[in-house]
């Protein structure tokens, strides 16, 4: 009888064993063979004052074995300046894993900005995602430099006033980067992404709204998905003013800052999430369309699919 008693409080101990360590990394849904680094689009971060811009998917991604890391770049900036940043970035990331690359996934600005360095560095990037990405360029953009040029000393009011924004933000954030909202709107232009898309091709559609491939001539493979319902749910406050700017695109598809054609690099995954611009990066707070997919589930569903692709 003791024996047993022993026999049952051994299988016991197994058995809790097993299930804390199954509680801190459930299983290898998301361990891909290269680490996973996030990058934030225009007037974004990693984490300020206790909010995070990817809110929840850092943590789900590692729960089931991805290595993460979140980086922080100029918060407004020219996408070139923006992407050097990042270089040095995954330099440092790549000596601390010891890993050979990476894996880039960019929000909005953070598209093009990814795009740059798997361009310049292909040999440190495995692969590049665009999550409701700036590949075509932004027609608010296009109207805010419109105003810049042509309306008196509104670049002045616009420069002050984004810096300013963009300042708080980087100090909040520990950022320590010079910003620039003036160089930022207009690389984010459409005519200004066209020249930067015949500098860096790779990856990118032939034409607007097209699929370009998976793999880029530089051996990097190229992913995007985005959303496209500007309105999702009405405890979100950030629906409101990408309800007013989504008026800038006359009825085409969008996510309330960017066209879903403009989202649109390498392997297309879907262009019509029923999510908006921040709902791509489950903010804010999670607030998001009853009848959407979680957003956490997609990032979690693509590291697997980088997961496959690397084996």
């Known amino acids: 009888m003791k024996t047993s008693n022993k ?3 051994a299988l016991l101990g197994i058995l809790l064993f097993a299930w ?31 909010v995070d811009y990817w809110y929840r998917i850092p943590e789900e991604l590692r729960r089931s074995g991805a290595e993460v890391y979140v980086a922080q770049v100029a918060a407004a900036q020219d996408t070139e300046v923006r992407g050097e940043q990042l270089a040095r970035q995954v330099e440092d990331i790549l000596a601390i894993s010891g890993a050979e690359k ?34 075509w360029g932004a027609r608010l953009a296009d109207v805010l430099q419109g105003a810049v040029e042509d309306v008196p000393f509104s670049g002045d009011l616009i420069g002050f006033l984004g810096n300013a924004l963009a300042g708080l933000i980087d100090l909040f954030s520990g950022g320590g980067h010079e910003q620039d909202i003036l160089a930022a709107l207009k690389a984010l232009t459409t005519e200004e992404t066209l020249a930067f898309n015949q500098r860096y091709p790779e990856g990118m559609p032939s034409e607007y709204c097209g699929e370009g ?33 989504s008026i800038v695109f006359l009825g085409e598809k969008n996510d309330g800052l ?7 690099l390498g392997m297309v995954i879907r262009d019509d999430y029923r999510m908006n611009h921040l709902d791509e990066v489950n903010q804010v707070l999670g607030l998001r369309d009853l009848f959407s997919t979680d957003p956490v589930t997609l990032y979690r569903q693509h590291a697997n699919r980088l997961r496959n692709y690397q084996f």
């Open 7 to 9: 026999a049952l409080k």
């Open 20 to 50: 804390l360590a199954g509680a801190t990394h459930a299983d290898d849904y998301t361990e891909t063979r290269y680490p996973i680094v996030l990058v934030h689009g225009l007037f974004g971060f990693d984490t300020a004052v206790g």
């Open 102 to 135: 990476v894996n880039l996934i960019g929000h909005s600005h953070g598209s093009p900005t990814i795009r740059y360095v798997a361009s310049v560095y292909p040999d440190m990037v495995a692969s590049a995602t665009g999550v409701g990405g700036v590949n």
């Open 213 to 245: 491939p998976r793999e880029g001539s530089n051996g990097v493979s190229y992913f995007s998905w985005s959303g496209a319902k500007p309105l999702t749910n009405f405890l979100d406050p950030s629906d409101v003013l990408l309800g007013a700017t």
């Open 258 to 264: 960017v066209s879903s054609c403009s989202s649109h």
